[in-house]
């Protein structure tokens, strides 16, 4: 019995984990899905793996993609002109 | 039908291009110098603009392929080793070897579950900060993937990479940042 469990029904951490980055992006199949939701019930540190994920991932989504890293380095005033000038040559040649 | 702009792609993408090449690249001089060689190759191709692309897309692709050209240039490719050395580091081994559960000092902890993200600029900077720490690799998957919303499909062909190779590279991404948003940001509140 505890073999087949073990080998059928019981997820590691590690495997959780992984179908829980996945599930972000692609469906699961229908055991897989079993096996999460065993192993989430059973497993407090992979639940909150779960929910810090998800956080996670709104967070990127939001801040990443509008450009809203305050902090991230942006370009030097003088490589701007820099490259404003290239495209205005480009432009009228 | 888009229409491009040249004279305001400065002013619109630049520092956004920047910011995307620099997570990759870690270099700003080399960030630089692919964001202008991504317009100066945006406006020899602008004849082939065909506007089914929004301009930012478009130029986002041809900032791709200089990255790539980049790493492809570099005598020493960013690539990470896929075996379980890295799991090892967060995960204990069952009595048959195999990884299992979660090392003591590495198991999430509780960050006081709020529900919605916090919106703070501190905890985006710290955010950043994470993004900016991670591998060469690991920081092409996840501003591949977040940044510019390419698909996973196109991310494998960008980076050569099978769809296996690339969950693992996203899991381990998400456990680095999940790890590094706990040591600097939760277990300071």
Known sequence: MRVLYKKYVRLSCRQASQLLVKQADAPLTLIERGQLWWHLRLCDPCARFSRQVRLLDRLLVRNVLSGRFKSAPTLRPERRAMMNNEIKKRLTT | MVQLEPEQWVDRYADSLFGAALLQ?????????????????????????????????????????????????????????????????????????????????????????TGEPDESEALNDVLYACLSKLPPRYAQVITLKFLENINPADICKDLDISPSNYWTLVHRVKILLRECLERNWYSNQ
């Open chain 2, 25 to 113: 690249v870690k270099d700003e001089a080399v960030a630089d110098d692919l964001v202008q060689e991504t317009f100066m190759a945006g406006l020899t191709a602008r004849h082939t603009f065909r506007g089914q692309a929004q301009e930012r897309t478009w130029l986002v692709a041809i900032l791709r392929n200089k990255i790539n050209d980049y790493f492809r240039g570099q005598t020493r490719r960013p690539t990470v080793s896929l075996d379980d050395a890295f799991y090892d580091g967060y995960f204990d081994r069952d009595d048959d070897g195999n990884l299992d559960h979660w090392l003591p000092d590495k198991s999430p902890g509780d960050w006081g579950e």
